[in-house]
């Protein structure tokens, strides 16, 4: 199993970054960045490949729920201030 410490972290720190001061946009492409990575990694070294790992402990420290939570909660608030 590879060392994913470096990556996790860096992710995290991007997270963390996105969802304190991101517009929804950011949010999309990060989390699209994130699913990719899973995908990529998944397709060329397997199960135990970093961008999977890294996925896998995003989405178990709840990372991606609150990406996605903040980002329809952007929205949501967009959507309801109908472009004032």
Excluded: H, Q, W
């Amino acid at each position: 199993i590879p060392d994913i410490t470096t990556e996790l972290n860096e992710y995290e720190t991007k997270c963390n970054e996105v969802i304190m001061n991101g517009t929804d946009e950011e949010i999309k492409d990060l989390i699209n960045e994130i699913y990719m990575m899973r995908k990529l990694g998944l397709a060329e070294d397997g199960e135990a490949s970093v961008g999977n790992l890294v996925f896998k402990e995003l989405r178990n420290k709840d990372m991606l729920s609150k990406l996605k939570d903040r980002y329809y909660e952007i929205r949501s608030n967009e959507l309801n201030n109908g472009g004032e």
